[in-house]
């Protein structure tokens, strides 16, 4: 889906199993504000392992590299938001090595809210 003229984008999600797939097919090459928040209201501390829905390490590492694993997502050749400036991250559960490679693609950052 192409929204060329897309500059700000807040994604809550209550399961993650899908979300790198619907980024995958998001054209938004003007976006200059992210947020993503995990709404779920409460979420058992034992759920946060990787591969149960809730974990966002698929959704961070391809906005980080464009590639994703999940067998419905598109493969990119660059970064999906290469102009993003403004990342909010709330109650984003992942790996360290997760958030590692995501904050390490967006050195031009200018606003950033975990």
């Known amino acids: 889906m192409s929204l060329p003229m897309l500059e700000e ?9 899908s979300l790198d797939a ?22 058992p501390r034992e759920r946060f392992t990787f591969g149960l829905g809730i974990n966002a390490e698929y ?33 984003v559960h992942a790996t360290v090595t997760a958030f ?3 904050m390490s693609a967006f050195p031009q950052l200018h606003h950033l809210s975990l």
């Open 9 to 17: 984008l807040h994604l809550g999600y209550t399961q993650t199993d």
């Open 22 to 43: 619907l980024f995958s097919r998001l054209d938004a090459p003007n976006l200059v504000a992210l947020s993503i928040e995990d709404v779920n209201p409460t979420v």
């Open 59 to 91: 959704l961070l590492s391809y906005c980080a590299t464009g590639f994703s694993e999940h067998l419905s997502a598109v493969t990119r050749t660059s970064m999906p938001f290469p102009n993003l400036r403004q990342l909010s991250l709330h109650r």
């Open 100 to 102: 590692s490679l995501f």
